[in-house]
């Protein structure tokens, strides 16, 4: 039986919606849309949605494209993970660690966005906590929940399919906004999949690709399974423990290789963007959506064309596989693997390499190189204290 109804849509979305938001600092420009997008999620198929999309960019930049300038080659997507929204992931509010400003800072436009299910970006048959694994509700008890219940909605939310067509939007909406051609793509973890199969697809659209840490399943399957939506639940849920104990702190190997202070700092922008996480327990959890995967493995990796950096932390057991696909990427000569010491999947906030992140992807950007190689496996030793 469910205790409490939270956080009702304020805002139903029709045709265009765009929603805006400026705030200038140190020369740095945050805007905040909503983009309209015709959803293809099976959950909320055909209706008009607005999908988040950050921008962040230096004021001079912004200025020179206001007068007419073409920033080609200058314009970067991001693209999060399976659990962790955008901003978290790439615009953290925590001293230098926001990739989007230092690139934004080194004269580039960077975007991030929210796919659906995530952050401030739609999330159908996720506000009911029914709508998960008996374990995940367990979680709930007795705060939000006082048995468990029976999904109102016994399928898996999103799928490859429906991640592309968002990507696509964005990159279409940003290429039409800049004037571009062509937009680069950052991707980790499960971004990796959308963002490395979305550049399968549409090389005419891709600049450069960026893959940190990214999900690859060399013999998974090219084609959907034949029913979709897959049976099972929408979302699970991932609490403060789950995500900075048991994923990350446990797979820590050298000193001081996090900053003490923020990791909760990390949850805090986390919960920012999880309007039920509070509502459904006093010290905050985050929904994680469900989906099906395909069209990322050695066929589509070979289809892949543009310029591709790989940066995996030595200490990343969550997705063992991605070594794998650097071999795999045979349609482009200009191919990099980082392999980052005392780095673990969560790099980007570790202090021992996330600077390197920044660096090696504005390198990358300009030149399709890292530290002077434009293909093969290189080591980095890490930052140290």
């Not at 952050?119 to 709930?140: A, H, T, V, Y």
């Not at 990390?266 to 919960?271: A, D, L, N, S, T």
């Amino acid at each position: 039986m469910i205790k409490q109804q939270v956080c009702n849509r304020a805002v139903m979305l029709f045709a265009v919606l765009f929603c805006l938001s400026v705030r200038a600092q140190s020369e740095l420009v945050t805007i905040n849309r909503f983009v309209a997008h015709e959803s293809s999620v099976p959950a909320n198929a055909g209706e008009r949605v607005g999908l988040y999309l950050r921008e962040k960019v230096g004021a001079p930049t912004l200025e020179a494209i206001t007068e007419g300038e073409v920033p080609e080659g200058r314009v970067v997507l991001f693209v999060h993970g399976n659990s962790v929204p955008s901003i978290p992931d790439f615009d953290l509010p925590y001293k230098d660690y926001s990739w989007m400003s230092y690139l934004a800072d080194a004269g580039y436009d960077t975007f991030a966005m929210d796919q659906s299910g995530y952050g401030l970006s739609p999330r159908p048959m996720m506000e009911n906590p029914c709508n998960m694994l008996e374990s995940d509700q367990n979680i709930l008890m007795p705060e939000s929940l006082e048995e468990p219940c029976s999904p109102e909605y016994s399928h898996a939310l999103t799928n490859s399919d429906s991640d592309w067509d968002e990507i696509n939007t964005l990159v279409d909406y940003i290429r039409e906004l800049r004037g571009v051609e062509k937009v680069s793509l950052v991707g980790w973890s499960w971004g990796g999949i959308r963002t490395g199969g979305y550049t399968a697809r549409h090389p005419e659209k891709v600049d450069k690709l960026i893959l940190y840490a990214p999900g690859y399943e060399r013999n998974g399957p090219s084609n959907p399974p034949a029913t979709l939506p897959s049976s099972g639940v929408p979302m699970g849920l991932q609490t403060y423990d789950a995500l900075m104990n048991t994923r990350w702190n446990d797979r820590l190997q050298c000193e001081d290789q996090v900053d003490a202070d923020i990791q909760p700092v990390i949850w805090q922008e986390i919960m920012a963007f999880e309007p039920y996480g509070y509502a459904w327990k006093p010290e905050g959890v985050m929904r994680v959506r469900r989906g099906d995967y395909w069209g990322w493995n050695s066929e589509y990796a070979a289809r892949v064309s543009v310029p591709t950096l790989i940066m995996i932390g030595d200490r990343d057991f969550l997705l063992p596989t991605v070594r794998e696909l650097y071999p795999d990427l045979t349609g482009t000569d200009n191919k990099v693997m980082a392999i980052m010491e005392c780095a673990t999947h969560f790099a980007v906030w570790e202090k021992t390499q996330y600077r390197f992140m920044q660096q090696a992807s504005r390198e990358w950007l300009e030149s399709g190189s890292v530290r002077g190689a434009r293909e093969g496996i290189i080591e980095i030793e890490a930052m140290r204290p």
